[in-house]
């Protein structure tokens, strides 16, 4: 199976372009990369990956520079339409890694990306793809900020875009970004599946083009946020983490991450039993994922109704689960769901630490609470959590969680009297 930790290097088929090509996950098809648009296989209709014929090692990108196209050897095109994504802070946290019980916790905060989230490195070569393509508009379904992403990069590529969200479900630093960006904003009275299902039928149309996590070129950028964790790992413990602890909305990140280990397993910078395992977490709400783990199905149940305060995360239907579940199989990870209310504490015990994240991002970090509290993980391992968005992308659960501001006369003998009550 071409998912396999131990899948060796595929062989170059004849519509490869300067050794790069679309594979199908499925039934194994192979694709010109940027002949024609396509997001899924002709044939099967399965997912489609990138392939190369010439991977890099680890020790190939020493000197090579900072961010996502330090990467770029291990990516389809030479250069992106960028902002200088990627590069971004790996914190350490001792309080709550001694509160939490683990060896090592290292927080990978994507929030510090250009427009606040991961999203970023997706599209920095999601939107030169687009270009290489030649197509006119781009498009996205979104809880919010993928649309913004889109926006930011589409307007620095010149190019027209179109975002699709969930009317009233989308938080307000990321309805902003995509506005000021210039995006046209359609509100669809709807969940984010439903705006997936339409953005997928307007792409099939010819009407845009997808720049969904269901577009393969998306997930090249964001493996390198698997990359960069296992630099600074190597860096300061001279070793890769055990586990990696992610959100999981669509399950992009989840199989771009082990896309970029299993790549790393080919060409020899990793053993096979030293990949991180990746342990995904969503809200209880909104968990057809750790449905489908729990019941070590292959395939997900589309969840119709989903409801969660971490909106980011609130998506029924995870595209990228026949990509992703290998990926948390294969490298003996797992899946957990957590309440809104633990998602809450551990933004709170993140922005105690300095760390301000929008509520799915500390879905990891309450995820990895209740699993070592579990005994699911030891004491003994050395731990990444994602962190996929800032603070400010929503303002108002941030608001919610933090304390009530209080009202003070203008003066300073009735401050002094206030603080001393
Ligand atoms: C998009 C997003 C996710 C979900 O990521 P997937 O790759 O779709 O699983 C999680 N958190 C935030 C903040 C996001 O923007
Ligand atoms: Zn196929």
């Known amino acids: 199976m071409s998912l396999s930790l131990s899948a060796d290097q595929p062989t170059v088929p004849d ?83 001694e509160d939490i019980g683990v060896e090592a916790l290292r927080i990978k905060h994507e929030g510090m990306n250009p427009t606040g989230s991961f999203k970023d490195r997706g599209m920095t070569v999601g939107v030169a793809v687009a270009k290489e393509l030649g197509v006119g508009r781009l498009a ?79 997930l090249e950028g964001q493996k390198t946020i698997g990359l960069e964790i296992l630099e600074g790992f190597l860096a300061d413990y001279d070793t890769v983490p055990d586990r990696i602890v992610l959100p999981v909305g669509n399950a992009g990140n989840t ?60 998506i029924g239907n995870p595209v990228n689960a026949p990509k992703a579940l290998p990926g948390i199989r294969e490298t003996g990870g797992t899946a957990i769901s957590v309440s809104d209310e633990e998602i809450t504490d551990a933004q709170r015990d993140l922005a105690g630490e300095g760390i301000g994240v929008e509520p799915a991002s500390a879905a990891s970090v309450a995820g990895l609470r209740k699993l070592r509290a579990e005994g699911i993980v030891d004491d003994d391992e050395r731990v990444a959590c994602l962190t996929t968005g800032h603070l400010l992308k929503d303002p108002d659960a941030a608001a919610a969680a933090g304390a009530e501001p209080e009202p003070v006369p203008a003066e300073t003998d009735g401050i002094l009297e206030h603080l001393s009550e």
């Open 255 to 314: 199989s771009a991450l082990y896309k970029a280990f299993r790549e790393l397993v080919q060409v020899g910078s990793l053993e096979e039993d030293e990949v991180p395992k990746l342990t995904g977490v969503q809200a209880e709400g909104a968990a057809p994922m750790v449905e489908a783990v729990e019941n070590g199905a292959d395939e997900v149940r589309r969840w119709e109704d989903v409801e969660t305060r971490a909106t980011a995360i609130r």
């Open 15 to 97: 519509d490869a372009d300067d050794g790069v090509w679309l594979e199908c996950i499925e039934c194994g098809e192979t694709f010109a990369p940027f002949d024609d648009v396509r997001y899924t296989c002709d044939e099967c209709d399965g997912l489609l990956e990138v392939r190369y014929d010439d991977l890099p090692t680890l020790e190939d990108y020493e000197g090579q520079g900072q961010g996502v196209w330090r990467y770029a050897d291990a990516l389809p095109l030479e250069e992106g339409v960028t902002t200088q994504e990627g590069a971004t802070p790996l914190y350490e946290v001792p309080r709550l890694e």
């Open 140 to 218: 996205c379904a979104s809880t919010g900020n993928t649309s913004a992403a889109l926006a930011a990069y589409g307007s620095r590529g010149g190019m027209e875009t179109l975002v699709l969200l969930p009317a009233g479900k989308v938080a307000a630093g990321k309805i902003a970004q995509a506005s000021l960006h210039g995006a046209r904003i359609l509100e669809v009275d709807g969940n984010f599946d439903a705006c997936l299902d339409i953005v997928q039928e307007l792409a099939q149309q010819g009407e845009a083009y997808l720049l969904n996590s269901l577009n393969p070129f998306r």
